[in-house]
């Protein structure tokens, strides 16, 4: 198919709606993350695309399978059904379209699965602009409890500061980071294979009602579609693209996490790991990630913050551990500290031969070091406290 | 001091006896990690710097100091006292001499340490020009049994690959470094803040008796010296310069075996850190390093062989975790099972259709993946099994 120059720009506001019903029944006929035929969708827009299937389908054989499937679907029933279930198409040009997802534009399908949704399914009242600035917390279905807890302390600390979190509502990593961002006030929005207007997995109900009465719910599947292997590995796409950046927590070596952290990676978002004990089987793919310079370690919100740049706003200083008391000392003190031998007492000319100083500073200063809590007095002459040897 | 043009070399064997009395006299004034004077020492020799002591020590207040000290030091006792105690001075010109060692030279101290050692005092029938591919392994003493299992893992399985381990045989990591490396044949050698003759701790007395008889105990610290704070901080730069690589497994933000860490990145030897979870403080330090790319994160000793270049000899596939049962399946096979819906059973047609595929050739792919346990039939045809949702 011969793509023109004449590139797809957001349509006039007179025309988005006829856009948006070009779209919806162009979704209606595509799955989610169909590479090719959304390439040709963003490189002309839904009208054109539309028209092409209608008018000329023997041009190509993408047009001509849509044609055939174009017969198949009620776009009317599909908006009615839409508006009952309380779903809006989001398409570009309306100003919540989140532009960030077209960077998946012109990238290699992973998966066969890739390109820029023609539009994306909404159930709640978060707008998709709000999460340009927004962090994707993905991991195992299989987490250990530790890798839960990391992952809501890293959402809380990121709602705290009022970074939105994008997760997929999975068992394990995914609900642990969406209950982490509720336990604050910062928007979560859970991107679904399944229509979104579905439960899935079921367990998570209250979850999904949740988010979709007070957060968002997402998905690229038109609303009743069922959840399917393919449809997940589409979704995990979405889910690195609407986000700045995404945290990898707990993620066995081939996982949808470590796809969605692939997305990440080539659409330049940044990655981040959390590192776990080295013995259990979930952090490997993460440590891998890590020691290949794919995901950058983070350890807590305030790595991520720095990492995703809003440090000027969340200023971050280097961690140096708990003060250490050796910064009270001068240092001729410091000098002295280290001639006092660790293992036993030793007198004052004893020491000032191994710190190369006279016997008198030696003396002033262990009696500084005395009042400060360094060393003490004995029969045999000087020792180091415990606090001397932290 | 005006350093002439004419640098220190390694003595011709009729003059080695000499420039070893001359280092001996010279590592007896000196403290370890005394850099300017060792810096001395490294450019001129021994000799040449005890005739400087001896004849004009006026012209500098380092020979001046130095040479106030020499009245106080008896060489032929210590000879003899080192003799009985079965211990070598070992110095540069002997074909044990690890020469690796001098790559100190010319670097800036840390806490006022640095410089290449005048000489090494050994115990033990290990040679020192053995640890060129040798691999450091140290850490925080307030270990967690973690780290010291993950810590004597690898130990033991670079010691099957016959790599030397070296560390400081203090409590915690260095402690287990050691064990690990012993339950294999592989040599392994404590560098000691206190003279080599010495047992500090003292509850490690049987690991370092055990070394002494069979591998080796090195220090520079003359025989009979106590340990103490500054001499562990001269102990951790020789631990970094004489192995290839360093590996770090716990550590606090400061410690000890993060100067170690320092000092093996500045003379670019291998740095390496093993991960652990977030929540345990021993930990931070080594997380830091690998966030900083300081060190590269490692989980095993195949990561660390790779990392210090005996990959050749290692071979060494990427981890990619235990075979997918996935692999066994065609590529038809695949699309099908991609389009199997995850939650519930679906007809032969409606697979079809989200596969995009004819119904022959997917009720064959169907027949396959029964056979190799991916799907069931039930009455409203087909769904997965839970082979297929690993």
């Given at each position: ?19 948006r ?7 209606l006929?595509?799955?989610p ?26 041009k ?13 679907v ?33 990238h ?59 997760s ?18 910062a ?8 229509g ?72 330049n ?19 891998q ?18 990492l ?5 706003e ?44 006279g016997?008198?500073?030696v003396?002033r ?22 606090l001397?040897?932290?």
């Amino acid at each position: 198919m011969n793509v023109q120059p004449v590139l797809f720009q957001a349509p006039e506001p007179a025309n988005l709606d006829q856009e948006r019903r070009a779209r919806l029944t162009l979704n209606l006929i595509a799955e989610p993350g169909d590479w090719a035929f959304l390439a040709v969708a963003h490189e002309i827009g839904g009208i054109a695309m539309l028209r092409a299937i209608h008018d000329d389908p023997r041009k190509h054989e993408l047009l001509e399978a849509a044609a055939a499937r174009l017969a198949e679907v009620d776009v009317d029933r599909t908006m009615e059904e839409a508006d009952r279930l309380g779903l809006r198409f989001v398409i570009p040009g309306d100003d919540e379209w989140p532009g960030q997802v077209e960077d998946l534009y012109g990238h290699e399908p992973i998966s066969e699965r890739g390109g820029p949704p023609i539009g994306l399914w909404v159930k709640g009242p978060l707008r998709l602009d709000t999460l340009g600035e927004s962090v994707a917390i993905v991991g195992s279905r299989s987490s250990t409890s530790y890798g839960e807890s990391v992952a809501a302390d890293i959402a809380a600390q990121l709602g705290h500061a009022d970074v939105p979190i994008v997760s997929g509502a999975a068992y394990g990593i995914d609900y642990a980071a969406h209950r982490g961002a509720l336990s604050t006030r910062a928007p979560t929005v859970a991107v679904l294979a399944c229509g979104a207007d579905r439960v899935y997995p079921t367990a998570h109900r209250q979850l999904l009602d949740h988010l979709g009465r007070e957060h968002a719910v997402v998905s690229e599947a038109p609303p009743g579609h069922s959840p399917q292997r393919i449809r997940f590995l589409a979704r995990n796409r979405l889910i690195a693209a609407l986000s700045k950046g995404t945290v990898v927590v707990e993620a066995a070596y081939r996982s949808g996490a470590i796809s969605t952290v692939n997305w990440a990676a080539r659409l330049n978002r940044v990655v981040m790991g959390v590192p776990g004990p080295i013995s259990v089987a979930t952090s490997a793919g993460v440590h891998q990630l890590i020691r290949n310079h794919v995901a950058t370690l983070v350890t807590s919100g305030d790595d991520v913050l720095e990492l995703i740049g809003k440090a000027g706003e969340h200023v971050r200083d280097e961690p140096r551990g708990p003060d250490n008391p050796r910064d009270l000392l001068t240092f001729r003190e410091r000098q002295v500290l280290d001639a006092v031998p660790v293992a036993q007492s030793a007198g004052v000319d004893s020491i000032a031969v191994v710190a190369g100083l006279g016997v008198a500073p030696v003396r002033r200063a262990l009696e500084g070091l005395l009042q400060k809590g360094f060393v003490e007095r004995d029969h045999s002459g000087w020792h180091l406290t415990d606090l001397a040897m932290t």
